[in-house]
């Protein structure tokens, strides 16, 4: 097996790890109910059913209660949500509410997040995708305790039969000696049924285990090769049960998929596409020049159910004289900066974190481009948004994409709301745009940023190191 190819293979391990985007499965999202801004943290379960934790930050206004709703994104079960959960405020700060849902099956779901409070009520709506990313193995203590009860249950049961076939007839206070050949038969067919029904349980539990493993969440992959109009990539899909379909992509900020090249592993070179569809699952676009090298490919896609997805891949490439950049596409050359990125124009773009970033924490990762004169450069709109930010870790077991309404994808907001989805497009943005996002894993990652300034899109790329 080549060197690329046993990356590639473990890369689609890694990605199985994932769901929206690669390895950070937890969704932050920055939006209003009604008359309050809510800063949301939903961490999916990695097993269903089981329990999503939902935390809530009122970042406006005078709430009084929080209740919370997890219903399917579409469907019958939307129409029917069950009873609200309420969410508990924290003892120490009460801004901060906390809840705990289930989530029953798999596929897009959100969660309702009704806040009553002085300036009266309102609802935010949040998709979470319900996901099994793995199979939970027993504890070897519990797997050995029940392993005890089953034989002591068993052997017990045949005694009993035997006892009872020996013994019952006998006038009380006759001893009985030895054991009767009638008894032992009768013993032995106990056995023998019971050894049937703990056969037939274990097949039973085989293929329940099986059937959930079926359900396993595979990601998608991504294959590119060389065509006449450039790059062409078509989407792969593993098998992944019947909610998958690739003829049912809904178009994100416009474009129905957002694909990304990153030159690997120096993470130098980092350009955003938007490939055209050609037939179900293939696509097409032209390629900017770029240097040659292995490239990792991924591909943000939405399913009409609202359903998110990043497929992954890898294509190596000659050194490419290409079109030049134009419309949404937008890329270039990344070398990292820490806190300040040079860009080409002559501007520079800036990193505001506040203090030490935490693995899992939300924090507010906020940019801004100054001009030569060192004052704030007024922004655009790119694609809807006050910016668009990747988060890559370096050893390329996470990728993030990531807007100033946090992690979650347009697209599968605008299945959940439309109306909320219309509010959120920003017409008017900056100087300063920030994304809410919480790093998922300790370790180096790299953050490429991409503003609009003067009617270019410009990218920076900056370096971070996230504590346990
Ligand atoms: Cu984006």
């Avoid at 996470?398 to 100033?404: D, G, L, M």
């Amino acid at each position: 097996m080549s060197a690329v190819k046993q990356c590639g293979f473990a890369l689609l391990l890694l990605a199985g790890l994932a769901c929206a985007h690669v390895g950070s499965p937890d969704v932050f999202f920055q939006g209003k109910a009604g008359p309050y801004p809510l800063l949301v943290a939903i961490r999916p379960p990695d097993v269903i059913p089981g329990v999503a934790r939902i935390e809530v930050r009122v970042l406006g206004g005078e709430v009084s209660k929080v209740e919370l709703t997890p219903t399917p994104m579409t469907g019958e079960g939307a129409k029917h949500p069950p009873v609200a959960d309420l969410a508990e405020p924290s003892a120490s700060d009460p801004k901060y509410y906390q809840g705990a849902l289930w989530l029953m099956r798999y596929g897009a779901w959100e969660v309702r997040i009704h806040v009553s409070g002085a300036a009266g009520e309102g609802e935010l709506r949040v998709p979470v995708p319900a996901l099994a990313l793995k199979t939970q193995p027993m504890q070897q203590g519990m797997s050995y305790f029940l392993l005890g009860m089953m034989v002591f249950l068993a052997v017990g049961l045949v005694s009993i039969v035997g006892a009872s076939m020996r013994e019952a007839k006998v006038e009380p206070g006759v001893v009985v000696r030895g054991w009767p050949a009638k008894t032992v038969v009768k013993m032995a067919v106990a056995a023998a049924i019971i050894v049937g029904a703990l056969w037939f349980g274990k097949s039973w539990w085989a293929d329940d285990a099986k059937s959930y493993s079926r359900n396993l969440y595979k990601p998608l992959s991504l294959t590119g090769s060389l065509s006449s109009a450039g790059l062409e990539v078509q989407l792969k899909d593993p098998g992944w049960m019947e909610l998958r379909k690739l003829d049912d992509l809904v178009p994100d900020h416009g474009h129905l998929m957002h694909l990304f090249l990153i030159r690997w592993p120096q993470l130098d070179y980092v350009f955003h596409l938007h490939p055209e569809q050609r037939a179900t699952g293939v696509f097409d676009t032209s390629l900017p020049s770029l240097p040659a090298g292995t490239y990792r490919l991924y591909g943000d896609i939405v399913h009409e159910t609202g359903l998110a997805e990043t497929a992954v891949g890898e294509i190596a490439l000659p050194v490419t004289t290409g079109t030049p950049l134009e419309g949404d596409d937008a890329g270039g050359a990344t070398p990292t900066a820490t806190d300040s990125f040079a860009l080409a124009s002559g501007y520079r773009m800036v990193m505001r974190v506040p203090g030490p970033v935490k693995a899992r924490l939300v924090n507010n990762f906020a940019f801004a481009i100054l001009g030569p004169d060192g004052k704030e450069a007024a922004l655009e709109p790119y694609m809807g948004m006050g910016g668009h930010a990747e988060f890559v870790k370096e050893d390329g077991s996470v990728f993030a994409h990531v807007h100033p309404t946090g992690s979650v994808s347009m697209a599968s907001v605008a299945v959940a709301s439309p109306e909320a989805m219309m509010a959120m497009h920003q017409a008017e943005v900056g100087p300063e745009v920030s994304f809410p996002y919480g790093v998922p894993t300790p370790g180096r990652y790299r953050i490429f940023v991409q503003m609009r300034r003067g009617g270019r899109v410009e990218t920076g790329a900056f370096g971070l190191s996230v504590t346990p």
